[in-house]
């Protein structure tokens, strides 16, 4: 299928900032005495900072304010997004279609991260929409961050085709009926 329109998730696809969230989730957890070891921060990359606090307390039996926690680690990813950077086999992409197709970004972040961190790396004039974890009622696992953004871009899901690197995002882009692009099996791993 030639896609009428590209859909990409922000974290980990566009730009390598998973070890910047695992860094803000570490010291976040800790000070609230939850626990959240790297393999279940990368199990449950791409879902929302709200979903997953919410998950993490249920399971640890621990009460605490899920939207003051989530606004907690967002400021401070916000102060370490110095050291992201794009993933060139995906900005060769995006790149390539600029201008050519439309593209939107579909992520399970904050608006603020998002937005925060496509301006820092010099990306964000690339994508007709951007849509966040904020902007639909169910975020990833769930397929209404990706359909929103086909919304957005005038396009039928079956028509687009979204590139994400983490297992809940594709499962999303699956249930949204879109073709499915595991960036995992096309970037270069670094030693």
């Known amino acids: 299928m030639e896609p009428e329109g590209l859909i990409f998730d922000c974290d980990g696809t566009l730009v390598d900032t998973m070890p910047i969230h695992f ?3 570490s010291i976040t957890t800790e000070k609230y005495g939850l626990i959240f ?3 279940r ?5 791409g879902v929302s900072p709200f979903e997953v606090l919410r998950i993490l307390s249920s399971e640890q039996d621990k009460k605490i304010d899920f939207e003051e926690v989530t606004q907690e680690k967002e400021s401070l990813y916000m102060q370490l997004i110095s050291e992201a950077k794009e993933i060139p086999e995906v900005m060769e992409i995006v790149r390539s279609n600029f201008k050519k197709i439309p593209m939107g970004v579909a992520s ?3 608006s603020e991260t998002v937005i925060g961190i496509l301006n820092h790396c010099s990306i ?3 994508f007709d929409v951007i849509v966040t974890s904020e902007d639909v009622e169910n975020p990833k696992p769930a397929p209404d961050t990706f359909l929103e953004a086909a919304r957005r871009m005038n ?3 079956e028509k687009c085709r979204a590139y994400e690197d983490a297992d809940m995002g594709i499962k999303a882009i699956i249930a949204a009926r879109m073709e499915v692009v595991d960036i995992r099996k096309i970037i270069t791993k670094k030693s």
Do not use: V
Not at 41 to 45: E, H
């Open 23 to 25: 860094k803000a989730w």
């Open 124 to 126: 964000k004039h690339y």
């Open 37 to 39: 070891p790297e393999d």
């Open 155 to 157: 396009i039928a899901p």
């Open 41 to 45: 921060f990368y199990a449950l990359g």
């Open 108 to 110: 399970g972040g904050t």
